[in-house]
């Protein structure tokens, strides 16, 4: 059962939806001097809800070693953190105030893929740039 079609309009009543800019990882490409570029597909107006982490949240990313500001993304559509098997690093969303924020951790998803925008999912991201120091 889909649980978030069902809770994310009422929570919207409380934290409205916003839409991103989404910019899913497709791994990287080679220099000539054997640098990397990552690679990415970039998909606009994908709802989402940002809501801060709670301690269960904290929880299973302690062991993850990352500092820096946080929040729990609810998403439409399945979307990954780093994958090294894949060759994949995370992926980035914009929000609308223009900060960017890397998917450091997908707490869970629902849906048919691992990728694309069928089902949603639950991630951690954390703050690349933000766009004001206040």
Known sequence: MNLHAVAGPLVAA????VLVTLRQSTG????????RTPTYNTLTNVPAQVQALQFNDLMQIQGLATQGL????YLYGNFQGLVRGLQRGGDLLTLPDGSEWLVAYVFEHYGSGLTGIDGWCSCCATLQNPTSEG
């Open 28 to 35: 990287y490409t080679s220099g000539e001097d054997f640098s």
């Open 70 to 73: 946080r929040r729990k993304v």
């Open 14 to 17: 409380v934290n409205p939806t």
